[in-house]
């Protein structure tokens, strides 16, 4: 473990994902110290770069909200367990703010629209509802609105993009679409075209020359060019802006399957900028264990390879995930959580962890397991009382929320990440 990580700190996030990045910002902008653990990458290759606030409820009437504040209203009302309706809009929105603001001086820029969703085109011809997307896939967003007749390309050998499939899905909403598909102007090793190799040969100003120079006669007409997302690991906005200059038309990214270089970039733009504010990010440490004495938690036994090492806080946050992150593990009769076995709300039989139907469209009692929390989103126990005082859990962890069905994941582990800090804070006095 790096020897210049503190040993003991206000705060320590477990958790690397959107929640614990989130948890980390939020600590450290309020002046905090701060050390997170969790791994480098994990659940942010699977991250398509948007933020989701909510976009779906009730799920089994697929309702989409344009307006994702009514929406955060009504499923406050109609949900009262649900993480956000502990929050409130105001905090909710606080937060969402705040951490965009964050990206933006992490050299990260977002657009959205004011008080509404966005719909995001993406490479399977669908349309994403989203709140707030990337600088670099806003052109889209803006494209789709106006229906501007536009260029879809890909790449030879790109196995999770087709250009095709993305406009033959999505001609019947955005008339005017065309596909091409190109060779990559520079070699990448492997049968498969890398998503990451890819962007990074874009970081050469030649190579985006070739680029330009290859879908320039391609344009006929075109006001528009989509291509998968690959444009640069850090400097997108700058490269998509050349792509632009060369083409005379704007260029907008499509997000793609994972691996994803928008959730690298972002992984990557957040720990750089948390870095360079002083916090300590143990990188491929993994919290194997927490001390305890009473109701506190008083330290975290960390692992980096063969050696261990226990860090000391006031408090700590959880933010381990769901099966994915690994902060639940499911057997063949029960729901664990894995570091301190705290309750987890589940369905009383295994037999109900799913419906009959797959494809249910008001998803599976399993999707809505985790960890119930108080008003300061402490675990709780069966008695509903906080299982430990300094302990607190955010994000998809959490009980009585399906974030990926109510297209709320990403609000869902800024707001309640914010939340914790504050009860932190307000705790501590």
């Given at each position: ?18 929640a614990?990045?989130a948890a980390?910002?939020f600590?450290?902008e ?14 942010m290759?699977?991250?398509?770069g ?23 209203s ?14 409130g809009l ?28 966005a ?26 609105k106006?229906?501007?007749p ?43 075209r ?19 120079g290859a879908?320039r ?7 528009l ?24 038309v ?7 399957m ?5 959730g690298?970039?972002l ?21 194997v ?8 938690c008083v ?45 987890v709300?589940?369905?009383?039989r ?5 419906r009959?139907h ?6 599976h ?9 108080d ?40 707001s ?8 932190f ?5």
């Amino acid at each position: 473990m790096a020897e210049n990580i503190e040993k003991k700190v206000d705060l320590i996030v477990i958790g690397a994902g959107l929640a614990g990045m989130a948890a980390t910002i939020f600590a450290v902008e309020n002046g905090l110290t701060t050390i997170q653990v969790g791994s480098s990458v994990g659940e942010m290759l699977f991250a398509s770069g948007a933020l989701d606030l909510l976009g779906i409820h009730p799920v089994e009437q697929q309702k989409e909200w344009l307006d994702p504040w009514a929406g955060v209203s009504t499923l406050s009302r109609d949900c009262p367990k649900h993480p956000y309706a502990l929050l409130g809009l105001e905090s909710i929105r606080r937060a969402m703010d705040q951490f965009v603001d964050f990206l933006e001086n992490a050299g990260l820029s977002y657009r959205g629209w004011p008080e509404g969703n966005a719909l995001l085109p993406t490479c399977a011809g669908t349309i994403k509802i989203t709140y707030r997307v990337p600088q670099t896939m806003w052109p889209g967003v803006t494209g789709f609105k106006q229906k501007l007749p536009a260029l879809i390309v890909d790449f030879q050998g790109m196995k999770d993009f087709s250009a095709r499939q993305m406009v033959e899905t999505l001609g019947s909403r955005w008339p005017g679409l065309r596909s091409r598909r190109l060779d990559f102007t520079r070699q990448v090793p492997g049968v498969d075209r890398d998503n990451a190799l890819m962007a990074e040969a874009l970081n050469s100003q030649e190579v985006r020359t070739d680029l330009a120079g290859a879908i320039r006669p391609l344009l006929q007409g075109a006001e528009l060019v989509g291509i998968p997302a690959v444009l640069g690991l850090r400097e997108s906005e700058a490269f998509a802006a050349d792509l632009e200059g060369q083409l005379g038309v704007p260029v907008f990214e499509i997000p793609t399957m994972p691996p994803s270089v928008p959730g690298i970039r972002l992984k990557e733009a957040m720990e750089q900028a948390l870095r360079s504010r002083g916090a300590n990010l143990v990188a491929g440490g993994r919290a194997v264990s927490v001390n305890t004495e009473r109701r506190c938690c008083v330290g975290v036994v960390v692992q980096q390879g063969a050696y261990q090492e226990t860090l000391e806080a006031e408090g700590i946050v959880l933010a381990t995930g769901r099966f994915l992150g690994g902060g639940l593990d499911a057997s063949r009769t029960v729901i664990r959580e894995t570091l301190l076995d705290l309750q987890v709300h589940q369905p009383e039989r295994r037999e109900a962890w799913h419906r009959p139907h797959f494809l249910d469209p008001r998803g599976h009692p399993v999707n809505r397991a985790g960890l119930e929390v108080d008003e300061l989103f402490r675990p709780v126990g069966s008695d509903g009382r906080s299982a430990f005082e300094n302990l607190f859990a955010v994000g998809s962890v959490l009980a009585h929320q399906d974030w990926m069905r109510m297209k709320c994941g990403a609000g869902l582990a800024i707001s309640t990440a914010y939340g914790a800090v504050q009860s932190f804070i307000h705790r501590r006095g």
